[in-house]
């Protein structure tokens, strides 16, 4: 006992094996309520179905909040998040690494990893044209046939995300005869059993193997018919790219989420991408959920620009507000920190400090200790947003005309 006293005041994050264990009882019991609630059969859609605020949003973020329950603490992921995306649109979600854009998308799409992540508050609206979705509440079994169809998401690593040991053209055939019903004359040409294993006649296999070329054409493929019946590994990282991207717009999706898409690619290949993904939203009238850490990504591809930070959003607005007139110091010092080839220094700037511990955040701003502009105010409670234009939304007390801003 005395030898954890000891750790306790030398570090002050030190867990002893009873508190651990504790806190341990205590989060199973948490997890098994929402697991009791995430595996009802049978859900009335009254629970699930509702509507929209503004039916020009394709999805719509209403205090988000995502959390994981570990055996050293409850980490808020995501804490309070709110913001739309419009139809047609790309909203771009940037920030350091851990601030919680990647959760936020896989809240969206129901893949947050159970039973220690679970949506605890808060809803995501999701409009499939015919009926509004809180995700939140709508159960898995309805999920599978909103992923895919209507949702789609391009992941971060294709080298990953892609199974090696199934051809290209399997892989892609698998999302078209799970999804795209619409090119079967009937039901008799593709049928699914009840384990989720597709079995199809010889002329839908036809069809489906018709279509999966055409994706693979329209994302610039040039041999599409060789690149068929490859193998992941045979392919180079922007190949195994637009091979996602054909993946994820083989539905007509209402919503492509990009989570990093060219992360590890070069300059070149990223733009190719980029442009891909830019002739794809205007084609298919679809909106983009666009997750990044490069502003100059953002700055070319975006509408909106959503920065996050630990978990919360610190600023929103169109990419013409943030990026003339950033506001919050964090934002800023995001901008300071890009390299460009007009700027004169030799070293890069960085934001000083560290990210606060997630496992216990503070109830000031969670960027004050790293804030060069801090005054009497930040040392409150975490600031309430604060509307600059119609557009532009900032959490910092700098812009509140009622905190004091003596030093």
């Given at each position: 006992?005395?030898?954890?006293?000891?750790?306790?005041?030398?570090?002050?994050?030190?867990?002893?094996?009873?508190?651990?264990?504790?806190?341990?009882?205590?989060?199973?019991?948490?997890?098994?309520?929402?697991?009791r609630?995430?595996?009802?059969?049978?859900?009335?859609?009254?629970?699930?179905?509702?509507?929209?605020?503004?039916?020009?949003n394709?999805?719509?973020?209403?205090?988000?909040?995502?959390?994981?329950?570990?055996?050293?603490?409850?980490?808020?992921?995501?804490?309070?998040?709110s913001?739309?995306?419009?139809?047609g649109?790309?909203?771009g979600?940037?920030?350091?690494s851990?601030?919680?854009?990647?959760?936020t998308?896989?809240?969206?799409?129901?893949?947050?990893?159970?039973?220690?992540?679970?949506?605890?508050?808060g809803?995501?609206?999701?409009?499939?044209?015919?009926?509004?979705?809180?995700?939140?509440?709508?159960?898995?079994?309805?999920?599978?046939?909103?992923?895919?169809?209507n949702?789609?998401?391009?992941?971060?690593?294709?080298?990953?995300?892609l199974?090696p040991?199934?051809?290209?053209g399997?892989?892609?055939d698998?999302?078209?005869?799970?999804?795209?019903?619409?090119?079967?004359?009937?039901?008799?040409?593709?049928?699914?059993?009840?384990?989720?294993?597709?079995?199809m006649?010889?002329?839908?296999?036809?069809k489906?193997?018709?279509?999966?070329?055409e994706?693979?054409?329209?994302v610039?493929?040039?041999?599409?018919?060789k690149?068929?019946?490859?193998?992941?590994h045979?392919?180079?990282?922007?190949?195994?790219?637009?091979?996602?991207?054909?993946?994820s717009?083989?539905?007509?999706?209402?919503?492509?989420?990009?989570?990093?898409p060219?992360?590890?690619l070069?300059?070149?290949?990223?733009?190719?991408?980029?442009?891909?993904?830019?002739?794809?939203?205007?084609?298919?009238?679809?909106?983009?959920?666009?997750?990044?850490h490069?502003?100059?990504?953002?700055?070319?591809?975006?509408?909106?620009?959503?920065?996050?930070?630990?978990?919360?959003?610190?600023?929103?607005?169109?990419?013409?507000?943030?990026?003339?007139?950033?506001?919050?110091?964090?934002?800023?010092?995001?901008?300071?920190?890009?390299?460009?080839?007009?700027k004169?220094?030799?070293?890069?700037?960085?934001?000083?400090?560290?990210?606060?511990?997630?496992?216990?955040?503070?109830?000031?701003?969670?960027?004050?200790?790293?804030?060069?502009?801090?005054?009497?105010?930040?040392y409150?409670?975490?600031?309430?947003?604060?509307?600059?234009?119609?557009?532009?939304?900032?959490?910092?007390?700098?812009?509140?005309?009622?905190?004091?801003?003596?030093?």
């Amino acid at each position: 006992m005395s030898g954890d006293k000891n750790m306790k005041k030398t570090n002050p994050n030190y867990l002893s094996a009873r508190e651990s264990r504790a806190i341990s009882r205590r989060n199973r019991k948490i997890t098994r309520e929402f697991e009791r609630q995430n595996k009802r059969k049978n859900v009335p859609k009254r629970e699930y179905l509702t509507e929209m605020k503004d039916n020009n949003n394709v999805v719509e973020f209403d205090n988000l909040n995502t959390y994981f329950f570990t055996d050293v603490g409850t980490v808020k992921a995501v804490n309070g998040v709110s913001f739309d995306v419009p139809l047609g649109k790309t909203v771009g979600i940037v920030g350091e690494s851990g601030c919680g854009k990647s959760v936020t998308s896989l809240s969206l799409m129901k893949l947050v990893q159970r039973p220690q992540g679970q949506i605890v508050e808060g809803e995501i609206r999701f409009n499939a044209g015919d009926q509004v979705y809180n995700i939140a509440k709508t159960p898995i079994k309805e999920m599978y046939n909103i992923r895919g169809n209507n949702i789609s998401m391009i992941f971060q690593e294709p080298m990953t995300s892609l199974n090696p040991v199934f051809k290209i053209g399997t892989q892609v055939d698998e999302v078209i005869a799970l999804h795209s019903l619409d090119i079967f004359d009937s039901s008799d040409e593709v049928k699914k059993s009840s384990d989720g294993k597709v079995k199809m006649t010889k002329e839908g296999k036809s069809k489906v193997k018709k279509r999966t070329m055409e994706m693979l054409d329209l994302v610039g493929i040039a041999d599409s018919e060789k690149v068929y019946n490859m193998y992941p590994h045979e392919l180079s990282g922007g190949m195994r790219q637009r091979v996602m991207i054909a993946m994820s717009i083989a539905c007509n999706p209402r919503l492509i989420i990009a989570d990093e898409p060219t992360t590890a690619l070069d300059v070149t290949i990223q733009a190719q991408i980029l442009d891909i993904l830019k002739e794809l939203k205007d084609k298919l009238n679809s909106s983009i959920m666009l997750i990044t850490h490069d502003l100059g990504v953002i700055a070319g591809m975006a509408d909106y620009v959503v920065v996050m930070y630990a978990g919360r959003i610190v600023e929103k607005g169109t990419v013409e507000e943030v990026f003339k007139s950033p506001s919050h110091p964090y934002t800023i010092g995001l901008m300071a920190a890009r390299p460009g080839v007009k700027k004169d220094a030799n070293r890069l700037y960085s934001i000083p400090g560290k990210v606060p511990n997630p496992v216990d955040m503070p109830d000031y701003c969670y960027f004050r200790d790293r804030c060069e502009k801090r005054f009497d105010a930040c040392y409150g409670e975490y600031p309430g947003e604060i509307q600059l234009s119609p557009t532009h939304f900032v959490s910092c007390y700098l812009y509140d005309e009622g905190a004091s801003k003596n030093e």
